[in-house]
């Protein structure tokens, strides 16, 4: 079956400009996450939503992102006034949610280069 | 919240031998634990994964070790292969709406000829 999709697959976008970046999950996932993982660094957490319950947005840098999670499903995060610190790849994973914790699915990502 | 540390960063060896990676957690509440396996220019993909009723899982090649009053795991890969070459992550995760998977810092691992 379908997997976790992310759009586009690479972005390139001048400084100070402002991107969307869109994950589908897997259908009857209930949570949903983003990270960011700059070049051959770690997995670094930015935001999980979790059903109807508030995101945890801890993770996110500053204020220039954002994420929304419509009718429980499509995700999309938003990073204005980019800058060139922002590259990276962006990736989203997709699960049955924690109670019990289950496998999560990672789409192939976002690769965001600020120019 | 949970805390996760992985060693080592790095991990080179050769091909036959066996590779181990350690992970430990913070929080005595997480019951679940992943490692995922990433290829160059790939998303993560879950390995194997163990929970806490269990103290080991083994699947072929790959084990998976629990140490819940150390609050330690390790991931044991046997007669390591050049296809085994990626970053592995470990992962805790506990029950609860309010709880989210927690990755460590990553492992790369090289298998030389």
């Known amino acids: 079956g379908a997997g976790v999709s992310q759009s586009p697959s690479n972005k390139v976008t001048e400084k100070g400009k402002d991107v969307e970046l869109r994950c589908d999950p897997i259908?009857?996932?209930?949570?949903l996450y983003w990270y960011r993982q700059s070049l051959g660094q770690g997995l670094e957490f930015l935001i999980y939503f979790q059903g109807n319950s508030a995101p945890d947005k801890s993770g996110l840098p500053s204020d220039r992102f954002s994420a929304e999670r419509t009718g429980g499903s499509v995700s999309t995060l938003t990073i204005q006034r980019t800058q060139q610190e922002d590259s990276a790849v962006y990736l989203c994973?997709?699960?049955?949610?924690?109670?019990?914790?289950?496998?999560?699915?990672f789409g192939q990502g976002t690769r965001l280069t600020v120019v | 919240g949970e805390n996760v540390e992985q060693h080592p960063s790095t991990l080179s060896v050769q091909e036959g031998d066996s590779a181990v990676i350690k992970c430990t957690y913070s929080d005595s509440a997480s019951n679940y634990f992943p490692w995922y396996k990433q290829e160059l220019g790939k998303g993560p993909q879950l390995i194997i994964d163990i929970r806490s009723n269990v103290g080991e899982k083994k699947d072929q090649r790959i084990a998976v070790t629990l140490n819940k009053t150390a609050k330690h795991f390790s991931l044991h890969i046997t007669e390591t292969q050049p296809e085994d070459s990626a970053v592995y992550f470990c992962a805790a995760s506990s029950t609860g709406t309010a709880s989210k998977l927690t990755f460590g810092t990553g492992t790369r691992l090289q298998v030389t000829l």
């Open positions: 994973a997709s699960s049955l949610g924690n109670s019990p914790p289950t496998e999560a699915f």
């Open positions: 259908s009857g996932h209930t949570a």
